[in-house]
């Protein structure tokens, strides 16, 4: 693997428009070398019968039937209204003729 050194740092650092120091730009480049330590690690484990997941916990839908019933309550329904008009909630009137 090759080593991250300064001159990448600063280039990704310009790319990314940010002012880094020296001492940022060394800390940066030892830390990218530890993450890039890591993936070499985790590309060494055997994957080749592990299925592809999206998420570590499966998530499954619960679906219920969608029926269609029929209700009786628009009376009741039209009592907790303020104000009706026969089978109709009645409103203000909000546009002037």
């Keep these: ?5 300064k001159e990448e740092v600063k280039k990704v650092a310009n790319l990314a428009r940010l002012e880094l120091n020296e ?3 060394v800390h940066h480049a030892e ?6 330590e890591y993936i070499k690690q985790l590309e060494m484990i055997d994957t080749d ?8 916990i499966e998530v499954i839908n ?3 039937k969608d029926e269609r019933e029929n209700s009786n309550c628009s009376e009741e329904l039209l009592e907790l209204g303020p104000s ?3 089978e109709y ?7 002037s003729e």
Excluded: G, H, S, Y
């Excluded at 693997?1 to 050194?5: A, E, L, P, S, V």
């Excluded at 830390?31 to 890039?36: D, G, H, S, W, Y």
């Design 23 to 25: 001492d940022e730009i």
């Design 89 to 95: 909630f009645k409103v203000p009137k909000i546009i």
């Design 31 to 36: 830390q990218l070398e530890k993450i890039l």
């Design 49 to 56: 019968n592990v299925d592809c997941t999206t998420r570590a």
């Design 62 to 64: 619960v679906f219920r």
């Design 1 to 5: 693997m090759t080593r991250i050194d």
């Design 84 to 86: 009706r008009e026969d």
